[in-house]
C-alpha cells in the first residue's frame, strides 16, 4: 500500500491511529531528578496525562524545525511551569529552568513501545536526564499546565504505584538514571 511498516513489526492497528503522522513520530522527553531536600530520597519530575492520566515524564512531540534540545525544554515548562499572572513568578522559573537545562546527559534516543503505536505510525524519542542540584531543587516551583492534569516530585521507588506505573518507558529510562546516580 505504500505505507511505513512499523520497524519492530505488526501491532494489529493499520494507519496513523492516534499519531500525528504516518511513520516515526517524533518526542522528547526530560528526566528532571532531585534529591528530596527533606529525605534524600531522589524524585523525578512527573505529570498526570489529561488525555490517559497515567503518570508520565513531562515530555512531548518535536514541531517541525525544532531542535530536540528546545522540545525538552519547552515541553517542561508548558507542563510543569503554569504560572500565569505575576511576571516575577513566570521569570523566576525561566530563570531557574535557564539553570537547570544548561546541561543535560542523552539517556535514550529510538523507538519508544507506546500504546498509540500502529503497524504504520510509531513513537521515537530522545530521553534527557538534567539534575537539579542541592540550591535548585528546592526552588523549582512546579505547576501543572498544557496536558497536564496534576505535576509532582515523584519519589523513585518500587513502593510508590505512579512511578511503578509510569507511562511507556518512562520507568525504564528513570530507573536507569538512578543507577547511575547510585
Excluded at 514541531?63 to 528546545?70: Q, R
Excluded at 522540545?71 to 517542561?76: A, G, L, P
Excluded at 507542563?79 to 543535560?104: H, I, K
Excluded at 496536558?147 to 506505573?165: F, I, K, M, Q
Aim: with cysteine.
Amino acid at each position: 500500500s505504500g505505507a511505513p511498516l512499523n520497524p519492530r513489526g505488526r501491532t494489529g492497528l493499520r494507519g496513523r491511529g492516534l499519531l500525528g503522522k504516518w511513520g516515526a513520530n517524533h518526542a522528547a522527553d526530560p528526566i528532571v531528578t532531585r534529591f528530596d531536600p527533606a529525605s534524600g530520597q531522589l524524585q523525578v519530575v512527573a505529570i498526570q496525562r489529561k488525555d490517559t492520566g497515567a503518570w508520565a515524564l513531562p515530555g512531548g512531540m518535536v514541531d517541525p524545525g525544532e531542535a530536540v534540545s528546545a522540545t525538552v525544554r519547552r515541553e517542561f515548562e508548558e507542563e510543569a511551569g503554569n504560572f500565569e499572572g505575576s511576571p516575577e513568578t513566570q521569570a523566576q522559573f525561566r530563570a531557574l529552568v535557564d539553570a537547570l537545562f544548561g546541561g543535560g546527559k542523552v539517556v535514550y534516543r529510538g523507538y519508544v513501545d507506546d500504546p498509540r503505536n500502529t503497524d504504520n505510525a510509531w513513537m521515537e524519542t530522545t530521553a534527557f536526564h538534567f539534575h537539579c542540584g542541592p540550591e535548585l531543587a528546592p526552588m523549582l516551583p512546579l505547576r501543572a499546565g498544557d496536558d497536564a492534569a496534576h505535576v509532582t516530585w515523584l519519589r523513585v521507588d518500587a513502593g510508590e504505584p505512579r512511578y511503578v506505573n509510569l507511562y511507556a518507558s518512562h520507568r525504564e529510562w528513570v530507573d536507569s538514571v538512578a543507577a547511575a546516580l547510585g
